[in-house]
């Protein structure tokens, strides 16, 4: 074992000693590898993943099997972490500069904006109404008898109310204001793509003297009461099977992490970006436009889309099994009721 110890500590220390010598300590894990500590047992997970050699070959073999960024950081977080993420794509750049500059586009919306956003909401509302009102006529009486059901019927029967909307519409148009305020240098990434939104979610962006910018992150899964406040203090904690953290990963993602601290792989790391005055001056910001107002949004297929195939069919597998071994009570017909709902309904 000390045998082993010696020989792992020698090689990465000769790594780190020639990536100094050669590259100027760029190489992933080289020179400024933190991670081995002759302490820990050499043979145990959180020592062999925390390995210059074994970081190395884990970051060639992903940065060269084109998975998406979101799994990539997941896989690092689950492995032993990584050093400072400092780069970022074009693409990635220019939606961080969109979110950035729709957050301090603080400009007052006039009375004929305010009210063709309100008008707009129209459309969605009479979609959100077909849709429900379909969704109640298929459900069983038992289901029409719940509060669920209730809800429903009372959607149903409501019409729509400009003044409602408008009221809706000025109200954000202050919350984003307040947010603005109390927000400091928080961009919210999570209408900017699948992407984006499970990759970094929100991120930091500090201006820099000269016009250039910090882009800082730190990836990491936070607790049920970080993600939300007040969540514990109603029973809603966080279970082997389902991270609220994760959850748009659904329950692989969430026993894998669990497995990962358990052996000590799982190490948050940060992600810290320079955009030199001249790059981000050249940036040309984006903002990853929605669907139509009018397109409807298939949970299912939002679902599948956040998780990809194969996840999404291993969770499905997953779900199966569980329901066999401990089947869960249903609180209403899922084949009767289709959760399809218009977009922006939900807002």
């Given at each position: 074992m000390e045998f082993f110890q010696k020989f792992l500590n020698r090689v990465g220390r000769t790594y780190g000693q020639a990536d100094k010598a050669l590259f100027g300590g760029v190489l992933p894990g080289g020179a400024d590898n933190k991670f081995i500590s002759s302490p820990q047992n050499p043979l145990s997970p959180a020592a062999v993943v925390r390995s210059a050699p074994f970081q190395t070959a884990r970051d060639f073999l992903l940065e060269k099997s084109g998975l998406p960024k979101p799994e990539q950081f997941y896989i690092k977080g689950m492995t032993g972490g990584s050093r400072d993420i400092n780069k970022m794509t074009p693409e990635e750049l220019a939606l961080v500069k969109g979110s950035y500059n729709e957050k301090y586009n603080t400009r007052p919306l006039s009375d004929e904006e305010m009210f063709n956003m309100a008008k707009m909401q129209q459309s969605s509302h009479a979609n959100f109404v077909k849709e429900t009102k379909k969704n109640y006529t298929a459900a069983s009486q038992e289901t029409k008898n719940s509060p669920f059901g209730q809800a429903m019927f009372n959607a149903i029967n409501e019409p729509f109310d400009i003044n409602k909307a408008l009221e809706s519409v000025k109200l954000a148009s202050e919350m984003k204001k307040d947010y603005v305020k109390k927000s400091g240098p928080v961009v919210n990434l999570y209408g900017q793509g699948r992407d984006m939104k499970m990759a970094y979610?929100?991120?930091?962006?500090?201006?820099?003297?000269?016009?250039?910018?910090?882009?800082?992150?730190?990836?990491?899964?936070?607790?049920?009461?970080?993600?939300?406040?007040?969540?514990?203090?109603?029973?809603?904690?966080?279970?082997?099977?389902?991270?609220?953290?994760?959850?748009?990963?659904?329950?692989?993602?969430?026993?894998?992490?669990?497995?990962?601290?358990?052996?000590?792989?799982?190490?948050?790391?940060?992600?810290?970006?320079?955009?030199?005055?001249?790059?981000?001056?050249?940036?040309?910001?984006?903002?990853?436009?929605?669907?139509?107002?009018?397109?409807?949004?298939?949970?299912?297929?939002?679902?599948?889309?956040?998780?990809?195939?194969?996840?999404?069919?291993?969770?499905?597998?997953?779900?199966?099994?569980?329901?066999?071994?401990?089947?869960?009570?249903?609180?209403?017909?899922?084949k009767a009721i289709p959760l399809t709902f218009p977009k922006g309904s939900l807002n």
């Open positions: 979610g929100n991120l930091s962006v500090y201006p820099q003297p000269g016009g250039g910018v910090q882009i800082y992150d730190r990836w990491k899964v936070d607790k049920a009461n970080q993600v939300i406040p007040g969540m514990e203090k109603i029973g809603i904690k966080d279970q082997p099977d389902s991270v609220l953290d994760l959850g748009e990963g659904g329950p692989i993602p969430s026993l894998i992490y669990n497995a990962a601290k358990s052996l000590g792989t799982y190490e948050p790391f940060d992600i810290r970006v320079n955009v030199s005055p001249q790059e981000w001056q050249n940036v040309q910001g984006k903002i990853n436009n929605p669907t139509s107002s009018n397109a409807k949004i298939d949970m299912n297929t939002v679902k599948k889309d956040e998780q990809g195939f194969l996840l999404n069919q291993i969770n499905d597998l997953y779900y199966k099994i569980k329901q066999k071994i401990a089947p869960s009570p249903q609180l209403f017909d899922e």
